[in-house]
């Protein structure tokens, strides 16, 4: 089994920055990729940012030029670096990450954390 723990939300004033970090853990043995989503209320969940092992990064649209993605050199804790932050980026932010293991591929959801952009 696989826990990812994310930190790093919060409330800041529109214009503002956060870093959101995301940490797996447990019975890892390659993985494939990880990113970030986020659900506001009333919305379904969204693709915000994923990097892959080999470091290839796609970005929402709305995110582009705002946020950025990267990973640590151990490859087990991806951050997001958002900036400029709007009220429309107020969610709540959920890591995910696929993973490679012997009996087939498997994807893992963290439990999310709060961002709030509001004055």
């Known amino acids: 089994q696989v826990q990812l723990v994310e930190s790093g939300g919060g409330l800041v004033q529109p214009g503002g920055s956060l870093r959101l970090s995301c940490t797996a853990s447990g019975n890892i043995f390659s993985i494939l990729g990880m990113g970030w989503y986020r659900q506001a209320p009333g919305k379904q969940r969204e693709l915000v940012a994923h990097?892959?092992?080999?470091?290839?990064?796609i970005y929402a649209d709305s995110v582009k030029g705002r946020f950025s993605i990267s990973r640590d050199n151990a490859g087990n804790t991806v951050y997001l670096q958002m900036n400029s932050l709007k009220p429309e980026d107020t969610a709540i932010y959920y890591c995910?990450?696929?993973?490679?293991?012997?009996?087939?591929?498997?994807?893992?959801w963290g439990q999310g954390t709060q961002v709030i952009a509001s004055s």
């Open positions: 995910n990450s696929f993973h490679w293991t012997p009996r087939g591929d498997y994807e893992y």
């Open positions: 990097i892959t092992s080999g470091g290839t990064t």
